[in-house]
């Protein structure tokens, strides 16, 4: 939670956000985006829930937490229904699926390519 204002404060310069901007956005004032930034003001859950959606990242995000992820193999996936894979607000079908792992083969495979031929030239 020590973190969390420099972290407030890194999202809204990368968003090239003045704090006056901040607040307005927010609807909160000022001074308590500056509270919250300098570590003088712990954040409120409702405060932290409104920066977390206005900047599109996750409260854990916000509050530097690990969240569990799940390993999963685009190429063992036997049932798609278990999982929803959405692009552009469309679930990805099995045959776009497959598309993409095709090309992420691809593209790896032609990028260990070009590392040994980077390996060779460099001899």
Excluded: C
């Excluded at 307005?24 to 003001?41: F, P, Q």
């Excluded at 599109?56 to 996936?77: A, G, H, P, S, Y």
């Excluded at 798609?80 to 959405?86: A, D, G, K, M, R």
């Amino acid at each position: 939670m020590e973190r969390i204002g420099p972290k407030i404060r890194e999202l809204r310069e990368n968003h090239h956000l003045s704090v006056d901007d901040l607040a307005l956005k927010l609807g909160i004032a000022k001074s308590v985006v500056w509270g919250y930034e300098s570590g003088k003001k712990q954040v409120s859950v409702s405060h932290l829930q409104l920066l977390a959606d206005y900047f599109k990242v996750t409260v854990d995000f916000l509050l530097e937490r690990n969240q569990n992820t799940n390993q999963l193999d685009f190429i063992q996936l036997i049932d798609l229904n278990s999982v929803n894979l959405v692009v552009d607000d469309h679930p990805l079908s099995k045959e776009e699926l497959a598309d993409v792992t095709s090309y992420l083969q691809v593209k790896r495979r032609l990028k260990e390519d070009d590392m040994l031929q980077d390996k060779k030239t460099a001899k």
